[in-house]
C-alpha cells in the first residue's frame, strides 16, 4: 500500500484544516488509520487513530475534542479534521496504515507511511 497525503498549507490560528490521504496499490480497508506529525526540531508523535472498520478512534491530549478522523474505505480515502488551530500545531502530518484492525499510538505498530503534508499554523 503506497499513501499520499495532502492539503497542507498555512493557516490562521484558530483557524481548521482537512488533510487528505489516498492509498494506492492496496486497500486500507483492512487496516488501521493513524495520523502523526513532526514538529521542527522534534520527534515525530501521534496525533489520532481509527479502527479497521471505523469502530473506535483515539487522539492525543493535546488535540482531542478538536480532531477527527473520517475513513472512506470504498474511496481508499482517510481525513484528519482539526479546528481551533495554534501555532503549535505547525508540523509535517504524517498518515500512516497498519495490518492490525486496533488504533494504535505508536509508529513501530505501523507498516505503511505517507511522505508527510507541512502545516504552518500562524499567530
Known amino acids: 500500500v503506497q499513501l499520499q497525503a495532502s492539503g497542507g498549507g498555512l493557516v490562521q490560528a484558530g483557524g481548521s484544516l482537512k488533510l487528505s490521504c489516498i492509498a494506492s496499490?492496496?486497500?486500507?480497508?483492512?487496516?488501521?488509520l493513524g495520523w502523526f506529525r513532526q514538529a521542527p526540531g522534534k520527534e515525530r508523535e501521534f496525533v489520532g487513530s481509527?479502527?479497521?472498520?471505523?469502530?473506535?478512534?483515539k487522539f492525543a491530549d493535546s488535540v482531542k475534542g478538536r480532531a477527527a478522523i473520517d475513513r472512506l474505505d470504498a474511496e481508499n480515502t482517510l481525513h484528519l479534521r482539526m479546528s481551533g488551530l495554534k501555532p503549535e500545531d505547525t508540523a509535517t502530518y504524517y498518515c500512516?496504515?497498519?495490518?492490525?484492525?486496533?488504533?494504535?499510538?505508536?509508529?513501530?505498530?505501523?507498516?505503511?507511511w505517507g511522505q508527510g503534508t507541512l502545516v504552518t499554523v500562524s499567530s
Open positions: 481509527m479502527s479497521w472498520g471505523g469502530v473506535s478512534s
Open positions: 500512516a496504515a497498519r495490518i492490525g484492525r486496533t488504533t494504535s499510538d505508536k509508529e513501530s505498530d505501523y507498516d505503511y
Open positions: 496499490e492496496g486497500s486500507i480497508g483492512n487496516s488501521a
